[in-house]
């Protein structure tokens, strides 16, 4: 479970800058990123019948996009030292 958090949105730009280092997009290979004002998360099943079950699993991440192509890249909190990892709550 994770504990209800406010946060910092200029923490993930300092945390990226520490873990990711080559900012250059896969897609068209600028090196110019924004950081999206929100949270996402990626719903998790490990059964498959059908039914969508939303808020047991998921990771909470952050995105970052391409100032000149929108391309998208997905980043989990808790690897960036943002949030606490699963089982270290
Ligand atoms: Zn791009």
Same mark, same amino acid.
């Given at each position: ?12 730009? =300092?945390?990226? /800058?520490?873990?990711?280092?080559? #900012?250059?997009?896969? !897609?068209? $290979?600028? =090196?110019?990123? /924004?950081?999206?004002?929100?949270? #996402?998360?990626?719903? !998790?099943? $490990? ?43």
């Amino acid at each position: 479970m994770i504990r209800e958090t406010t946060f910092n949105f200029s923490s993930v730009k =300092n945390a990226l /800058s520490k873990k990711a280092f080559n #900012f250059h997009c896969p !897609m068209c $290979n600028e =090196n110019e990123f /924004s950081i999206v004002d929100g949270f #996402f998360r990626h719903n !998790m099943e $490990n059964v498959l019948d059908g039914n969508f079950r939303i808020g047991k699993r998921y990771i909470p991440s952050i995105v970052t996009y391409c100032n000149n192509c929108g391309f998208m890249n997905f980043h989990a909190l808790g690897q960036l030292g943002l949030i606490p990892k699963e089982g270290e709550v």
